[in-house]
């Protein structure tokens, strides 16, 4: 399961690719829209201003746009920097991998599993991007 910060993040990022033509948008706005807490709101558009998904204008007319298009923003790359590993065990993670103490991955059947569940999960997750969310779910 992704947790609510990824799920608060995706929502406030597909509202923002909603309105990308209108210019930066108030975090205050994106709370109220998508009825996510504030501070916890806060806290996600800063990991993904650091990240480079967004960047920020102070004062009269300021708010949170996208640095890059949403269409180069993968859905895969925001539960990672949200979340971190898509995969459901560590000794299957692709970018967070972990050996596991007490098995032998060549014949350890969860491991071969979750490979599988990952990889699938992958295909769907590299593929789809935030502009998709706004635009087509």
Known sequence: MISKKTQYGLKALSYLAQLENEGPVLISDISKKKNIPLKFLESILLDLRKAGFLESKKGKGGGYFFAKHPSKIKVAA??????????????????????CDDCDEKTCGLNHLMKEVRDASLKILENKTVADLAYNY
């Open 78 to 99: 925001i539960i990672r920097l949200l979340d971190g590993p898509i995969a459901l065990v560590p000794c299957a993670s692709l970018n967070f991998y972990k050996k």
